[in-house]
């Protein structure tokens, strides 16, 4: 079965920190561009951070920038979301994302595959 299972969220005090880890079964993500969205409860959906199949180019919005680290493990098949000094407006669903032949990473449109979404909360 072709799927990504996001895991590792939950909810965390301001400032804390939580890793999100992105699992890919039925394919491989090398040759793919790998990324995060997220979604809050009335708000639009945003992209977070992604990577493209080298490595070589990464995005990130501008509000995680300095406190999110994106990174990806082809040899394991795996994506991983790193979130430091989290805040209250970092609340939302994370979702993990996969695409061949993507022309702008901000657009989920291009994304081939998507993950079923982990909650991650900041709240005290």
């Known amino acids: 079965q072709v799927q990504l299972v996001e895991s590792g969220g939950g909810s965390v005090q301001p400032g804390g920190s939580l890793t999100l880890y992105c699992t890919a079964s039925?394919?491989?993500?090398?040759?793919?561009?790998v990324g995060w969205f997220r979604q809050a409860p009335g708000k639009e959906r945003e992209g977070v951070s992604f990577?493209?199949?080298?490595?070589?180019?990464?995005y990130y919005l501008d509000s995680v920038k300095g406190r999110f680290t994106m990174s990806r493990d082809n040899a394991k098949n795996t994506v991983t979301l790193q979130m430091s000094s989290l805040r209250p407006e970092d609340t939302a669903t994370y979702y993990c994302?996969?695409?061949?032949?993507?022309?702008?990473?901000?657009?989920?449109?291009?994304?081939?595959?998507w993950g079923q979404g982990a909650q991650v909360t900041v709240s005290s």
């Open positions: 039925g394919f491989k993500l090398d040759g793919y561009v």
């Open positions: 990577i493209d199949p080298t490595e070589s180019a990464d």
């Open positions: 994302v996969a695409g061949r032949f993507v022309y702008d990473v901000r657009d989920g449109k291009y994304y081939d595959y």
